[in-house]
């Protein structure tokens, strides 16, 4: 009996030993690798809202979108402390000038910043988290925080529960945060639907995922998919009823290689209010003027000032996202 119950044991060990702990040992690398991805996607973010003062719809999409890459499901809190000085009551009668403050901070939490409470978010995002009146504005001094806890259980928690009990099951928990450096929001785009009532944004709709050495959309120049981009324009509380007419005499696609000036090929209207869809092509017979003597070149989608009319006063330029063009997928591109 006592043999057969050494047996039975010894099997049991040899299974673990030889099959689960390798499955176990692979998973956890896996469980590794997504923790680096949601890592650099947290840090990512929360380092663009500090650099540029705000945050709008793309920025927030983007976050979602490298976390989904991970196969995994999260939860995503964010907070953002505003930064708010008040007298000091101890200070009593102080005379003028000689008053003293207090540094006080007001949190704003997913239900602040969103029109809905933010849920978990998976690979196919199920519903759009749309932000209260399309940005959240920071002031230089105020902090942002995100913290991200996986969902789901991972195949490394779910070995392990087999052999263990009370596992926990977020093996991804991140968080992170920055102070706001800079108020850039004031001489962006978005903000003019605040500061003239016209609201004017050019946004990549078929944007590559970004490389890591510069973070900004790459596209190969000899794959043809690549030398079609589509630019989504929405501008609205525009006075005109041309704006069509205006978006495709003005609009370029242009290049930092000088003369580099690409005009649309098409454009047509999109599905929400005062959406414009603009398509450029990459002409094959016209390299030199796209990169020069180089073998890259920086684009951006740019509509100049004073081209559409608000209701109260012109619209200042506005430019996309920059892309990267390359000749072939073996040229590098320094970081920009």
Avoid at 24 to 46: C, G, H, I, P, W
Avoid at 153 to 176: E, R
Avoid at 254 to 272: F, L, M
Avoid at 297 to 306: D, I, K, Y
Wanted: charged share 25%.
């Amino acid at each position: 009996m006592k043999d057969t119950i050494s047996m039975i044991l010894a099997v049991i060990l040899l299974v673990v030993l030889l099959i689960i702990f390798p499955l176990y040992n692979y998973f956890e690398r896996q469980d590794d690798m997504s923790y680096n991805v949601a890592l650099k996607a947290v840090t990512m973010f929360v380092d663009e809202v500090a650099k540029n003062g705000y945050l709008d719809q793309t920025m927030y999409d983007k976050f979602v979108q490298r976390l989904a890459t991970t196969g995994n499901t999260y939860s995503i809190e964010i907070e953002a402390q505003k930064r708010l000085l008040t007298t000091d009551p101890d200070n009593a009668s102080p005379s003028v000038g000689d008053e003293t403050y207090i540094e006080q901070y007001k949190s704003y939490f997913n239900k602040d910043i969103f029109d809905e409470e933010t849920g978990s978010t998976s690979v196919i995002v199920a519903r759009e988290n749309k932000l209260k009146n399309d940005a959240f504005f920071l002031d230089v001094g105020d902090k942002f925080y995100v913290s991200i806890k996986n969902t789901n259980t991972t195949m490394a928690s779910a070995l392990l529960s087999s052999l263990v009990s009370s596992v926990p099951s977020d093996k991804i928990n991140i968080s992170y945060g920055a102070t706001i450096q800079n108020n850039n929001w004031e001489n962006t785009t978005i903000s003019q639907l605040y500061q003239s009532d016209i609201l004017v944004t050019i946004n990549l709709e078929n944007p590559n995922l970004p490389e890591e050495n510069n973070g900004y959309p790459e596209y190969v120049f000899e794959t043809p998919q690549d030398r079609i981009l589509d630019f989504k324009v929405r501008i609205l509380n525009a006075d005109e009823n041309n704006v069509a007419e205006k978006i495709t005499d003005n609009i370029r696609l242009v290049g930092t290689e000088p003369n580099c000036y690409i005009s649309p090929s098409s454009i047509s209207t999109g599905t929400d209010e005062g959406e414009y869809i603009i398509k450029f092509v990459l002409d094959e017979s016209k390299l030199n003027n796209y990169f020069a003597d180089k073998e890259y070149n920086v684009f951006e989608c740019f509509l100049p000032a004073n081209v559409i009319q608000g209701n109260f006063t012109k619209n200042a330029s506005a430019n996309s996202e920059k892309l990267v063009i390359k000749l072939n997928n073996t040229i590098e591109v320094p970081e920009i």
